[in-house]
């Protein structure tokens, strides 16, 4: 069995490979889907399209039953359908919109991959920073670190000082990529959060973090004032 984590900033699902429909359907498709170019480019007949089951958000697990090509069946669990699967909502979804993984993988229990983590995080370089942001269209700095481990299937709490509070110290200077940077304000509040993206070097650290200055999601090297704000760092174990 293995189970996925919807990457696309929406998954629409299908009733079957085949359904989306030539040009219609393109911007709903890929794993930069646009569903309000989607949306805008429908008209009343193409809105009540039956291929078209559900959607999903990003973030959002499904169970892998079966690939075919390009396409996976899956089972949306947290869209339950007792009709028609007891698990949750059936149908299609492109593979490209989606991360897989096996549920029985041979790690060692409570083990998380930082690396992945810090992989899917970097997937959002360029993305614009939006205070309480939580999706492709505006993120901010713990949302980011949320949503990177949950496409691996690990909960992290949503804001940075209880992310803070939830990860074990990791000494400065035994950081590695995957771990998390925190910075405190002048009261020692942790009020940012970063991926450390590289081990440190005499007098460099570098970092990937949604960033209010510079409005983005960017990858770089630590900043001197940042330097002066940094609390620790920290590690997701699961």
């Avoid at 999903?56 to 075919?68: P, Y």
């Amino acid at each position: 069995m293995k189970i996925a984590t919807v990457t696309a900033p929406v998954a629409t699902l299908w009733s079957r490979p085949d359904a989306p429909r030539p040009g219609v359907d393109a911007a709903a498709l890929g794993p930069h889907s646009d569903p309000r170019s989607w949306v805008a480019g429908l008209d009343d007949e193409g809105r009540m399209y039956t291929g078209v089951l559900t959607q999903l958000l990003h973030g959002e697990q499904v169970l892998v039953e079966e690939v075919r090509g390009d396409w996976a069946r899956v089972v949306a669990t947290a869209q339950p359908a007792a009709k028609l699967d007891p698990r949750g909502y059936p149908g299609w979804l492109p593979l490209d919109q989606l991360s897989v993984r096996d549920t029985g993988d041979g790690a060692p229990a409570g083990a998380v991959d930082g690396a992945a983590a810090l992989a899917a995080a970097r997937a959002w370089r360029g993305v614009t920073y939006v205070w309480g942001g939580l999706t492709p269209y505006g993120i901010d700095c713990s949302g980011l670190v949320h949503l990177a481990f949950r496409q691996l299937g690990v909960t992290v709490p949503r804001d940075a000082s209880d992310q803070r509070a939830a990860v074990p110290v990791v000494a400065l200077g035994h950081e590695r990529p995957g771990d998390l940077y925190f910075f405190a304000d002048a009261t020692g509040h942790i009020e940012h959060v970063a991926f450390v993206t590289a081990a440190p070097e005499p007098g460099i650290r570098r970092m990937l973090h949604a960033c209010s200055i510079a409005g983005l999601v960017v990858e770089e090297q630590m900043k001197p004032a940042r330097t002066a704000a940094l609390a620790g760092a920290g590690r997701v174990v699961g």
